[in-house]
Structure formats: structure tokens, C-alpha cells
């Protein structure tokens, strides 16, 4: 290798030891250090070294997460050991019963670890030498699906395990090789295993471990929503379109839908001695490696991957029932689904006296909830008219209790999904709620004897203005733009939202109300709108009109995103409209961009600048607009980009402060938009040195990190007026 090259390898090393660390923060641990755009240009740098020098890429390297080449079809892998499955019910006797059944095998106390039961598609990950070597779906349990190129593609898949604490120093090649090693004391991990944190376990010459696959429900509903408008078949759950992209042949297609994978099983693990013999355990095993289910997840975070939350230590089957009946009323609340809590014996080493059936293991048990699928009888279709005019048909449904919650009507997304259903009125269906996802109507079911009805047919013109109606793609679609009073509704109803200007008061009733009097015809006579005007509807008296006028013309301050979200152009939601605020910062500029400059903009592709573009170009459109600034708006934009940094500036602490405690601080700091982040790294913003500051302050200097003290700090971060 010529000297040139060599630096070159360890530059490119450099570059992915700090990719990975920002893989790591920005997916599994939820706290970016850098902005996109410093995180791009890391990765481009990798990049073109890689396409100057194809002999240095490495299979863990993080470019390789971007898609290979489709395969024409998966091939079959056996699992390192085999992927059973769980015994389950709903029932509280059959918890209490496996209870029994390990206490009568365990000698002393038995303590639980309970966690939630993701709803996800179940996934083997190996790593050899630390470095991920395949990924296999569970398949019949012994063998999977081959699905390695597609699993790369996740961000929460580590390709190598390691932690990132340390990051690796950028941009002095000349620093010692050595740096970013194990801290002292450490156990010595095996060569390429340079990223372990003091106290972690060392990377294993062999792991094989287990965890989930899954689509947080906001990514799916975004992704279901884009489907339906582009006229293709919505997927009916999380659950399966997660599985879906995960078989893909074309793992291109996988890299591109928003994949989460959460670990909490080691399946096997063993370490091998190292060439110099400094690794003593030697194929143990993970009974032999640790003594509890505790130690073993701890090891897997340190390890960099990301583990499920709420996992609980439960001392006795009583609090597992409790935690479980505590879950099941947040399960709404989260974005991701669960379908029950899984009960797992802490302790490992009883684990193999009490062995497993062919089917599951008898030392766990999943406590599974109601499902949330029911059948009920479709009593009519309605069809609704939405905010750009689409013919929605609607499932009103003899009512029915699915997971708690009464559900009397379902979305039936359009007339093909209607069509392809063939669901009719008076047939059985099988309805679904996830989170809060509008019900769904998943099939008909067959039911006996039945004379079915003749199929839908939907209305030739808008039930609601009686003006025509027309085929466009899969939908059908009202005409009239500017006269149908649903369309100006549904187009106040989104303005207003919380996404949009978030005007209290101003639900879809009151909207309703306003149409129908006749006081709004379009969205800018809101504005116009005087407490004596609201004193005139139905269920408005003094203080009511007043509030509402008041907080009508309040929200004429407003952020730019939420302006241009509320405008309820296609395709735009609120991030999109966050990055069209960023990127023109006044109204005007986005208006006047051609479709190649919105192009140039990270995340707007072809179709969304034509929508925009074509949405602002309507002259009629345009006048709407027009009226509405007309009424005296200040739309603010986002803060300018500091150095690049998205989000505002990171602030790291060491040592104590005088005058404030943590808290106070960190409360002053995050008024202010930015955030504390305990690492120091090139990208953060300031150090704030205290009392007895400790090794961070050192290295920030190390690194040219603006350090304040704590007068200056006060200075900077004033306490925030209220
Ligand atoms: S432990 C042998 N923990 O549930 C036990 N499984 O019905 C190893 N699952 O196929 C599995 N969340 O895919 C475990 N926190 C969790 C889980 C979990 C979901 C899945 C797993 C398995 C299925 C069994």
C-alpha cells in the first residue's frame, strides 16, 4: 500500500467510526449532534473515497446501507438456534398459571422481566466478529428468509457493534491510531472493536440475536396516505407492511420505507481468543456470559442497539398482571403497536432446567391484550366530500366496543379500495383500530344464508352541492373548486388546525355553522369575522364571540410552516412545510420558485414541486392566498441556521454551577430552542465549565468548542421572561 493510500484507509476509517456515532444518535438514542447537512457531507466524503478506492470499502461501512442490486427471489437460512415462539393468552389465570409452573422448578425468589410485545415481524440479526454478517426472518423457526442487503438498510440495524461513546476525532489525520481505543480498564474487545465504552461487555467473535421489525404508526399512516393518493392498495396494518418491506427483493424499495428495529433476545454468543489470548471467555454461551435477562439487555445496548422501552423488573406475577393493565390503557398513546406485555424469568441459569416445548420456551409467557379486530354489520356507505374535493365512502357500522373504544364508522378510502373489497351495505365486516388510526374495514366476512345487496354505486353528483362529478385515477372527484361549501369546510378545518394556524375554538362544528350562514365564503373572511358577526350563531354568547375573534386575529402572528401547512396544498404536510420554511423564509420566495429550484430543496421530489407549483400558478387559488395575506399577517420563519447546526446549538455541562441548578440550566437552554446533550464532539455548540469541571472540559478545549463560564452563561441564557 503506498503512504498515500494509507492515509486515505484512515481517513475513510475516521469517517465511519463518526457516521456510525451519528447513526447511533440520531436513530437509536434520539439526540442528533449535527445538522443533515454537516452529516451529509461526512457521508459524501465516504462516499467518493470509496468510489476512488473501491479496494478500501468494508462490508459494515455505513454506505452500505443504501440498497444492492435486486434478488430474484430470498434465499432459505438456517438460525444459528432455532426462533421459537411464545405461549400466550389473555387470560390473568393462565399467567398465574405459568407463574406456578416456574416457581415449583426455581429454587428462591423469581423476579420477571416484563416488556412490551412488539407487534412487529420477528428478525434474527448475526454478527461475526462484530460486524453484521445476515439477517434472517423467522420462517417456519429453524430456517428464514435471507433478508440481510434489505435489514442493512434500517438505521437502527448496527452493521457493527460498538458503542458510541467515544467518538473517533475528525479532521486531524495525523492524530494517533490508538485514539477513540477502550478506555482503561475495559475488557479488550477483538481487533476492529475499537469503540468500547469502559465497563461494557467485549464485541463477541459470534452473536446471534432476536428482535422486531416494525413501522411506527405516524410513518405508516404518512406512507398509507401517500398510497391512497397515489391510487395503490393502502396496507392494512403496521404488522404487515412492515413484513412486506422486509421481503422485498429490491432492497432499494426497503431502504425506502421507515423501518425501526428494536432487539431483546440474545439468541447465542460466544467469544473467541483473540490472537494475543486477552479474551478469556471462550464459547460460553449467553447462560454461561451472564447471570441475568437484565445484564444480557444491557449488554446488548452497549453493544449500540436499541432496546424496547418500559421494560420493568416485576418481583412477583401480581405486579406483572398490574404493569400489563397499565400498559394496556397507554396503548393508545404510543406510536408504535403492541399487542400484550411478555414475561420473561430473569434469571438465566434456571432457563435450561425448565427447557421448552417444540413450540415455546417455558421460562417466558406473552400476556397478550383484547385484539382490536371485530365483526360487525355494515348498515350504510356514506360518502364524504374532503378538503380538495375527493368522494370518500365512509362504513356507518352497527356500533361495536373494539380494544375499549366504541367504533361506529370506518374509512373505505376510495372506490377501488371499495371495489376490490367488495364490502356492501348490509354485509358482516371485520373492522381494526391501531393507535389512532381511523378504523379500518380489513374484509367482509362471509356470512350464512345471506342475500347480499347490489354493489355501491356512488353518486353522480357531490351529495353535497349537486354539482358533477369526475373519475380522476382511482378517485372520484366534485368539480366545483370554489362553490362546494364541504370543500371550503374541510379547507377551514385544516387552516385552523393544530397543525396549522391552531385556532382554539374553531372546531368543525362552528366551521359548519359559518358556512352555512353564510359569514365565511372563503378562507380569508375569517379575519373579518367581529364578536358581534359570532354572536349571531347558534350557541354563542358574549364571552364565547369575544374569545373566538380574539383568537382568530392572534393567530395572524404566526409561524411560516404552519401557514403553509394550513394552505393544504397536496402532498404538503407539516415536515414538508417545515423544510419549505426553512428553505425561503417568506411567502413570496416559495410562491415565486420555479419547480427546479424547489427541487434543489433536500426531500422535495418531482411530483411535490409540480403540486406546488401548480397549487400557487391557479389563479384562483392565488387570489384566495392573496386575500387572506390581505388581512395583515406576520408569518415568522424558523431561526436561522447557526453553522449549520439544525435545531439550534447543543450545550454540554461539566462541573457545577454557583447561582442555578441542572435543571434550571437546562430549562434556560431549551427556552432558548437549544438542547443539552452530555458528549462533546466537534459539532457542539458550548461547554459550560462549572465548579471542579471534569474531563469534558478539557477535551471541548481539545476540540475548539466555545467554553463559557458561568457569567457568561447567564449572560447567554438569561432566565426567560413570562
Ligand atoms: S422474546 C422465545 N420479547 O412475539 C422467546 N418476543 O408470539 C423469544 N415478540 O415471534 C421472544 N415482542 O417475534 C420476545 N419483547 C419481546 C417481543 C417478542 C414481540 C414476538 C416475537 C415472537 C412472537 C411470539
Not at 440479526?125 to 423467522?138: C, E, F, S
Not at 355553522?513 to 372563503?522: A, D, P, T, Y
Request: proline share 7%.
Amino acid at each position: 500500500m503506498t503512504p498515500v493510500e494509507g492515509e486515505v484507509r484512515r481517513r475513510a476509517d475516521r469517517l465511519r467510526a463518526e457516521i456510525r456515532r451519528h447513526d447511533h444518535l440520531y436513530h437509536v438514542e434520539n439526540r442528533p449532534e449535527i445538522s443533515d447537512g454537516a452529516y451529509d457531507k461526512l457521508f459524501r466524503e465516504l462516499q467518493a473515497i470509496e468510489a476512488a478506492f473501491p479496494r478500501l470499502i468494508t462490508p459494515d461501512s455505513p454506505t452500505r446501507r443504501v440498497g444492492a442490486d435486486p434478488l430474484s427471489e430470498l434465499p432459505v437460512v438456517q438460525h444459528v438456534v432455532q426462533m421459537l415462539s411464545l405461549d400466550s393468552s389473555e387470560a390473568p389465570e393462565d399467567v398465574r398459571r405459568f407463574d406456578e409452573r416456574v416457581r415449583k422448578a426455581v429454587e428462591g425468589p423469581v423476579e420477571y422481566l416484563a416488556e412490551p410485545k412488539l407487534d412487529g415481524s420477528s428478525l434474527e440479526l448475526v454478527y461475526v466478529n462484530g460486524v453484521l454478517d445476515r439477517a434472517v426472518t423467522r420462517g417456519n423457526g429453524r430456517e428464514g428468509e435471507g433478508v440481510t442487503e434489505n435489514a442493512r438498510t434500517i438505521p437502527s440495524v448496527p452493521l457493527r457493534l460498538g458503542s458510541p461513546d467515544e467518538p473517533a476525532t475528525l479532521g486531524s489525520s495525523e492524530s494517533p491510531d490508538a485514539e477513540g481505543g477502550p478506555a482503561d480498564g475495559a475488557p479488550p474487545g477483538p481487533a476492529g472493536g475499537s469503540e468500547m465504552p469502559a465497563g461494557a461487555f467485549p464485541i463477541p467473535s459470534l452473536l446471534a440475536i432476536r428482535g422486531e421489525v416494525l413501522m411506527y404508526l405516524s410513518s405508516f399512516e404518512e406512507l398509507n396516505r401517500t398510497r391512497v393518493e397515489a391510487g395503490l392498495e393502502p396496507y392494512a396494518n403496521p404488522r404487515n407492511a412492515a413484513a412486506g418491506a422486509l421481503r422485498q427483493l429490491d432492497s432499494r424499495i426497503t431502504r425506502t420505507r421507515p423501518l425501526e428495529f428494536f432487539a431483546y433476545d440474545i439468541l447465542h454468543v460466544e467469544w473467541a481468543i483473540s490472537g494475543t489470548g486477552e479474551v478469556e471467555a471462550v464459547d460460553t454461551g449467553e447462560v454461561e456470559a451472564f447471570d441475568t435477562d437484565e445484564e444480557a439487555v444491557e449488554a446488548l445496548r452497549g453493544w449500540g442497539l436499541r432496546l424496547p422501552d418500559r421494560t420493568r423488573k416485576v418481583a412477583d406475577v401480581e405486579e406483572a398482571i398490574a404493569y400489563h393493565a397499565e400498559f394496556a390503557r397507554e396503548r393508545d398513546d404510543l406510536d408504535y403497536e403492541i399487542d400484550g406485555v411478555v414475561l420473561k424469568l430473569n434469571a438465566l441459569a434456571p432457563r435450561a432446567g425448565l427447557g421448552s416445548t417444540s413450540h415455546h420456551p417455558r421460562w417466558a409467557f406473552a400476556f397478550k391484550f383484547a385484539p382490536r379486530q371485530e365483526v360487525t354489520r355494515l348498515e350504510r356507505i356514506a360518502v364524504q366530500v374532503g378538503r380538495t374535493g375527493k368522494l370518500t365512502p365512509v362504513a356507518l357500522l352497527r356500533p361495536v366496543e373494539v380494544g375499549g373504544v366504541t367504533v361506529s364508522r370506518a374509512s373505505l378510502h376510495n372506490r377501488e379500495e371499495l371495489e376490490r373489497k367488495d364490502v356492501r351495505e348490509g354485509d358482516l365486516v371485520r373492522i381494526q383500530r391501531a393507535g389512532d388510526v381511523i378504523p379500518q374495514v380489513v374484509e367482509r366476512v362471509e356470512g350464512a344464508d345471506e342475500v347480499r345487496r347490489e354493489p355501491f354505486s356512488f353518486p353522480e353528483q357531490c351529495p353535497r352541492c349537486g354539482e358533477d362529478v369526475e373519475e380522476d385515477g382511482p378517485f372520484i372527484v366534485c368539480v366545483n373548486q370554489f362553490g362546494c361549501p364541504a370543500q371550503l369546510e374541510r379547507g377551514i378545518e385544516h387552516f385552523v388546525s393544530r397543525a396549522g394556524l391552531d385556532i382554539e375554538g374553531l372546531g368543525s362544528e362552528t366551521v359548519a355553522l359559518l358556512v352555512e350562514e353564510g359569514l365565511v365564503r372563503q378562507p380569508a373572511d375569517l379575519f373579518d369575522l367581529t364578536p358581534e358577526d359570532l354572536l349571531e350563531l347558534e350557541g354563542f354568547a358574549e364571552t364565547r364571540s369575544t374569545k373566538l375573534a380574539a383568537a382568530i386575529q392572534a393567530a395572524k402572528k404566526t409561524e411560516l410552516a404552519r401557514f403553509i401547512y394550513g394552505l393544504g396544498i397536496p402532498e404538503v404536510g407539516a415536515t414538508v412545510a417545515r423544510v419549505l420554511a426553512a428553505e425561503f423564509r417568506d411567502l413570496p420566495r416559495l410562491r415565486e420558485a420555479t419547480p427546479e429550484r424547489l427541487e434543489e430543496v433536500e426531500g422535495i421530489g418531482p411530483i411535490m414541486s409540480e403540486k406546488i407549483t401548480a397549487f400557487f400558478g391557479d389563479d384562483a387559488r392565488a387570489a384566495s392566498v392573496d386575500a387572506i395575506v390581505s388581512k395583515g399577517f406576520e408569518l415568522v420563519p424558523p431561526p436561522e441556521r447557526q453553522g449549520g447546526r439544525r435545531d439550534g446549538e447543543s450545550v454540554v455541562f461539566s462541573g457545577r454551577l454557583k447561582s442555578l441548578t441542572r435543571s434550571e440550566a437546562k430549562k434556560r437552554v431549551e427556552d432558548r430552542g437549544d438542547r443539552v446533550v452530555s458528549s462533546v464532539s466537534s459539532a457542539t455548540g458550548y461547554l459550560v465549565k462549572g465548579e471542579k469541571p471534569g474531563s469534558k472540559a478539557g477535551k471541548a478545549e481539545k476540540l475548539g468548542v466555545t467554553v463559557l463560564d458561568e457569567e457568561a452563561f447567564l449572560k447567554r441564557y438569561p432566565a426567560a421572561e413570562d
